[in-house]
């Protein structure tokens, strides 16, 4: 073979491998949470949701709309933390998860706190469904 040809192969081979690398890069790169203001626009839509299966007062809406938003922050700083110990992270959301629950639970009727607990399954189910649809991270 000619040094030309060598050269040439060398180049071509370099060049998939770089767009195979870019492709992957890119691929993770959409993997990342959505945006803080899609995450608001599905607490909106969720509120929506909760107001008509739940039969909420003005006032409770009022009220879950506030603790939603503390609840949407509070994880919002526990996702952008520097130190991303996954361990400290998932602690962290739970207590939060819990501070949420028993927000709920103070502002709903029991009533209303079955039916949310019905829901809340409802939508566990749901995103599993969907998680398990979706190649896993790291993994085509």
């Known amino acids: ?68 938003a503390e609840h949407r922050a509070k994880m919002e700083e526990v996702r952008n933390r520097t130190n991303r110990d996954p361990e400290a992270m998932k602690e962290a959301r739970e207590e939060i998860r819990a501070a949420m629950e028993e927000t709920m639970k103070s502002i709903l009727t029991k009533e209303q706190y079955a039916d949310w607990e019905i829901l809340k399954a409802e939508w566990q189910k749901r995103r599993d469904e969907r998680r398990q649809h979706r190649p896993r991270r790291g993994h085509r």
């Not at 909760?50 to 809406?61: N, R, Y």
Request: hydrophobic residues 45%; positive net charge; proline residues 3%.
């Open 1 to 68: 073979m000619t040094r030309k040809f060598k050269l040439s192969l060398a180049f071509a081979v370099l060049m998939i491998g770089t767009l195979v690398l870019a492709q992957g890069a890119l691929a993770n790169a959409t993997k990342q949470a959505p945006p803080a203001q899609d995450r608001e626009r599905l607490g909106e839509k969720r509120l929506e949701i909760l107001k008509e299966k739940l039969s909420l007062t003005d006032e409770q809406a009022e009220a879950i709309k506030t603790a939603m």
